[in-house]
């Protein structure tokens, strides 16, 4: 989690209890009911309808993941949106106005989203300077970036998870450094967004162009296998429930895994004689070279298929200099930007294809199976190895 995602949280709940005031709310109900049991016997149903009218306008969705554990730690969460709000005000209905119950609950739920507000509120007035600091930084937007996305078949759910993910990426960037004679130190992690699901690399620009080529061609293979799955779907729709159809369906499914899966050993092929053509790569370095880029790129693959996601960033920065003129710029310097500048147009192609895709090839897309057992091995004496 990051620092700004918690002072944001902070924000958050001091906009709506600004706008709201369930918090408030609920003393106002609470202090109602105290002297109700006391036989004071005062009129309650407008703060009643208050205080779940503003327990309702809490939108939870608006938050990611750590944000709502934080909110949890005090049980705040508990009371918050309209699943908590008709809780509450079912709890009225069925207790028949036994007001000192109503009072307990009700004080409940105020102590609970008084105490999460105000542990929350103490926690980012401390954070928030060094939050500060590091917006100020811009660490993330002027730095080339290599984001891995973790979610479904390759989700992080613990430290376990993210010391498995981390070291399965160490070893991809490991051997894309290889092959192009970036030194592995170059692969440096920026930090991690949104409780790990995010982990950004930061990416040494002369790499960039090449792995933005992996993760077009990557995604683009299997865009085309899902394509094909949802054809097949598509003709046994009506027929499936027949078991004559249910097998050639199965038997034309299992073909078209077992194509995809020799597939994606042409691909990584095709891929890396590609990468190292363009880099020149020298005659007596190629053969490892193309082992390494093709042991990468499966593995990149097996990422995208299991419903994982990667995406890269490339700063203008990097692109173009505004201080300088055509004139002052080294050939060299104009081919790397030019480089770049396709890559970033390849990488722009593939956002928009992910959002112009329709939700059943999503779903393909994210949850399709074949054989990940891949065999290759790299040099032993680097303690780098394949899956």
């Not at 009218?53 to 990611?64: F, G, R, W």
């Not at 960033?313 to 396709?342: F, T, W």
């Not at 949850?367 to 990940?372: E, I, K, R, T, V």
């Amino acid at each position: 989690m990051l620092l700004e995602e918690f002072v944001n949280l902070d924000e958050w709940l001091s906009s709506y209890e600004t706008n709201f005031g369930a918090i408030r709310k609920l003393q106002e109900l609470q202090q109602i009911l105290q002297a109700n049991a006391s036989n004071q016997n005062q009129p309650f149903t407008d703060q009643k309808n208050q205080a779940v009218s503003a327990i309702a306008a809490y939108k939870v969705s608006e938050l990611t993941r750590d944000q709502i554990e934080c909110l949890k730690l005090y049980d705040g969460f508990k009371y918050m949106g309209p699943e908590a709000a008709d809780n509450l005000s079912t709890l009225f209905k069925e207790e028949g106005y036994d007001i000192a119950y109503l009072h307990d609950e009700i004080q409940k739920a105020h102590s609970s989203l008084a105490n999460t507000k105000s542990n929350i509120a103490n926690a980012a007035k401390t954070i928030h300077p060094f939050s500060e600091v590091i917006v100020k930084s811009e660490y993330l937007s002027e730095r080339a970036r290599f984001s891995i996305i973790f979610k479904d078949g390759v989700g992080v759910d613990s430290l376990k998870d993210l010391e498995i993910r981390s070291h399965e990426w160490s070893d991809i960037m490991y051997l894309i450094g290889r092959a192009l004679h970036v030194p592995a130190e170059d692969f440096k992690v920026l930090g991690a967004r949104n409780g790990s699901f995010i982990v950004d690399l930061y990416m040494v620009a002369a790499a960039m162009p090449a792995i933005v080529f992996i993760l077009y061609a990557s995604f683009d293979v299997i865009e085309r296998f899902a394509l094909s799955l949802k054809r097949v779907n598509k003709v046994f729709s009506s027929d499936i429930d027949d078991p004559d159809f249910k097998e050639v369906h199965d038997q034309i499914t299992s073909a078209s895994e077992k194509y995809f899966d020799l597939k994606k050993l042409k691909i990584a092929k095709d891929i890396a004689t590609k990468i190292l053509d363009e880099s020149n790569c020298p005659a007596e370095e190629r053969d490892e070279a193309d082992s390494f880029l093709q042991t990468a790129v499966k593995r990149i693959l097996n990422h995208l298929r299991k419903g994982g996601d990667l995406d890269v960033y490339i700063p203008p920065s990097l692109l173009n200099d505004e201080n300088e003129s055509e004139e002052e710029v080294a050939p060299e310097i104009a081919e790397a930007r030019e480089k770049l500048a396709n890559a970033s147009i390849l990488i722009e192609q593939v956002r928009h294809k992910k959002i112009q895709l329709p939700e059943d090839i999503t779903i393909l897309l994210e949850h399709f199976d074949f054989d990940d057992n891949d065999e290759d091995k790299v040099d032993e004496s680097t303690n780098h190895q394949t899956d």
